[in-house]
């Protein structure tokens, strides 16, 4: 048996000298980059990792018990029989369902007209031998005969695509390696559109498998010169046209192609204009444009689709109403979008525009959406509903009564009493004026004021909804509160919610997050050294901003897979996302503003000489998204720099990527572990 270690691992410092922009610095922890990455098999890294796993666990290991009581909690909130509710897509049912004791889902079908349920695909077996598997796509043809799937078994984010015959059961000799995004079948059936990722895990392509025939005579439908951008594949409502997508974080175009004929000649609805986005479907002759050319917060506009680029406005922008999406069905459109932050759902009329069906929700503060609506004749329209307090609920709304049936609500195995819980949405000034809203939850009997986890992300104009998670009662039932710091960077008051996020405007992130836990300290919601805190990817930069900035405010700091070495990976464009990431942060090698000002905030560039909170981070070898040497140079470099003795923990799962572990109860460890942490740090064990 292998002996605990007694200390830390310290990493060895080699000063790696860069210049740019006449600025020198070294970073002596550079080294920690497998050169040969994407592969990972430099002896001295690997070591280095799994020593910090090792110090992981034995600090962990006295709190076993209680990462174990959290665990069984956390499963025993998990039903283990559960099922989908099934929704009808042409001449069949198509439901998923996990089994007792199983990790993944298990997909099933049966004939409308009656008949017994068949087992089409099962993850689990997918899964057999691996350490990690996630599903990617998947796709039935339009004769629902055959079904298209991916599947990533090592975390990479590169899946391999199957094809099964539904008839037998079996894989057809078809694979395509490689491929990341949606599939699309095309030609009647007879071909498969899809994206390859790659050597830099960039969709750069559009291409077009013929069945039967070799991936090497695959043809290209579209290629991206541009390296900055992303390219995406998808159908139109009726069902009739192939969309290939090309964009950015701030600038798109679209093509189409009849999808009986994909090889046609293809037509570009419009050409990219730097900074405007457009997203677009079509109906019976009709182009649909989403569209942010005259308004922050998007219009819907027209074209025929013989002069696709003439838009005329269907819905104006507008600064109340955030139009983030909608869908085209064969009697009425549906738009989404938030008004105050909060989603709205709006059924719209093709024969009258003045027409507006807003659908109604109960609570004050919730997230509500439209759900798997797959037939374009759908009168019916499934839509998804759950609050901080409510769990997740399946409605079916029908279109022309109004009326709404409640088809499931997440059932609590061990039981869930909606009525010791309450939830505020609140607003909390910015050190600039700016109000910043808050969703909150606790129990009714907690006692104020009282320690509080705050999570944030503030990025890529992502929102963060208040919906509800069966995990996080088991930091609420212990009296602590649960809030979520809707703070700028992501989209949840409109698209200048994010702009005022981004770029330039970065750091308001930051000191929103920090401004957020300083007034709930002054409402009496909790106290300094009392807030725990965490964040992932892009919000585990805010957590590392945030320790730089205010670290005595914070009991505990939980940063997963974070990116947090901003500096050099904006200035190395070999990787995998920075030059698309150039319009969300800014290109440091071109601008040497930018550079200056990613430079000030980077949290690796800013670890200095202090006192730090107690700190779990987690990485992922396999991470395309977040490379593991981020989060290890991090904790490498705050190990050598800070004067505290507070707990620093790195854990790197060695088969996994950015999401962590696969699988419903594998996944659920790692939360439990990571409130193990915090409750231990806040003094809160059982």
């Known amino acids: 048996m292998t002996d605990k270690p007694l200390s830390p691992p310290l990493a060895a410092k080699r000063p790696h000298e860069q210049t740019r922009h006449g600025v020198s610095w070294t970073d002596d922890y550079a080294w920690l980059r497998d050169p040969g990455y994407p592969e990972v098999k430099d002896r001295e890294i690997l070591a280095h990792l799994e020593a910090e796993n090792a110090w992981f666990e034995a600090a962990m290991a006295p709190h076993e018990g209680l990462v174990e009581t959290l665990f069984e909690e956390m499963k025993g909130r998990v039903k283990k029989d559960d099922s989908s509710v ?11 369902e996990f089994e007792d004791g199983i990790e993944y889902r298990k997909w099933y079908r049966k004939p409308v007209a009656g008949g017994e349920p ?13 350490e990690y598997f996630r599903l990617g796509a998947f796709s039935v043809s339009q004769d629902a005969k055959l079904l298209a799937y991916s599947v990533d078994v090592d975390g990479s ?18 694979s395509i390696p490689g491929t990341l995004g949606s599939l699309v079948w095309c030609a009647k059936d007879a071909a498969l559109a899809y994206c390859l990722a790659n050597d830099q895990w960039r969709t750069d392509n559009a291409h077009l498998h013929w069945l039967g025939r070799p991936v090497s005579e695959d043809v290209e439908l579209y290629h991206e ?8 594949v998808s159908m139109s409502a009726q069902e009739d046209y192939l969309l290939i997508a090309a964009s950015d974080h701030e600038t798109s175009e679209v093509r189409f192609v009849p999808l009986a004929d994909p090889l046609a000649s293809q ?14 479907d079509m109906r019976e002759g009709t182009i649909f444009v989403l569209t942010d050319d005259c308004h922050d917060n998007f219009r819907l506009a027209t074209a025929p689709i013989d002069n696709p680029g ?5 819905i104006e922008g507008s600064d109340e109403f955030y139009l983030t999406g909608f869908e085209l069905f064969r009697d009425f459109y549906v738009i989404e979008g938030r008004v105050a932050g909060l989603d709205r759902i709006e059924i719209r009329y093709y024969d009258d525009p003045a027409r507006i069906e807003p659908v109604e929700f109960p609570e004050e503060s919730f997230s509500a959406g439209l759900g798997n609506n797959p037939e374009y004749t759908q009168t019916v329209l499934r839509i998804g509903y759950e609050s901080m307090v409510t769990p997740g609920s399946v409605l079916d709304f029908d279109v022309a009564s109004k009326d709404r049936k409640l088809l499931k609500q997440q059932e609590i195995p061990s039981g869930y009493d909606a009525s010791l819980y309450t939830t505020e949405r609140m607003e909390i000034p910015a050190q600039d004026g700016t109000s910043i809203p808050i969703s909150i939850l606790y129990r009714k009997d907690r006692n104020q004021p009282g320690p509080l986890h705050l999570y944030g992300y503030g990025a890529y104009g992502i929102a963060i909804d208040p919906g509800f998670s069966t995990s996080r009662l088991s930091l609420v039932d212990r009296g602590m509160a649960y809030a979520i710091a809707h703070i700028r960077g992501g989209d949840d008051l409109g698209r200048a919610w994010y702009k005022s996020g981004k770029l330039t405007q970065r750091t308001n992130t930051f000191t929103d997050f920090v401004d957020v836990a300083n007034g709930l300290i002054e409402r009496g919601y909790t106290s300094k050294g009392q807030i725990s805190a965490s964040g992932g990817s892009a919000g585990g930069e805010l957590m590392g901003a945030i320790v730089n900035s205010d670290p ?9 897979v974070p990116f947090v070495d901003v500096l050099n990976t904006m200035l190395d464009a070999t990787l995998p996302l920075t030059p698309g990431e150039w319009p969300e942060w800014g290109n440091p090698i071109t601008d040497e503003a930018a550079f200056r000002l990613i430079r000030s905030y980077s949290p690796y560039d800013q670890v200095r000489s202090q006192a730090y909170p107690p700190m779990l981070v987690t990485a992922g070898l396999n991470d395309p998204r977040v490379t593991y040497w981020e989060p290890a140079k991090w904790v490498a470099k705050l190990r050598e720099m800070k004067t505290d003795d507070n707990v620093l923990l790195l854990k790197t799962n060695m088969g996994a ?19 193990a942490f915090i409750l231990w740090q806040l003094g809160i064990e059982d």
């Open 225 to 232: 010169d541009d390296e900055g951008f992303r390219v995406g």
């Open 86 to 96: 099934p929704q009808k897509d042409g001449d069949y049912l198509y439901w998923t």
């Open 267 to 280: 037509t570009l609805v419009s050409p990219r204009r730097s900074g405007r986005e457009y997203d677009i």
């Open 157 to 174: 984010e590169r899946y391999t695509v199957r094809i099964r015959d539904l008839s037998t059961g079996e894989d057809l000799p078809d």
């Open 552 to 560: 005595d405010l914070w009991g505990a700091v939980v940063a997963d």
């Open 657 to 675: 990527g950015h999401g962590g572990k696969s699988g419903r109860f594998a996944s659920l460890r790692e939360t439990a572990e990571a409130y």
């Open 310 to 314: 003439e838009w005329t406005s269907l």
């Open 118 to 130: 068949t087992l089409i695909l099962d993850e689990n077996a997918l899964a057999e031998g691996n």
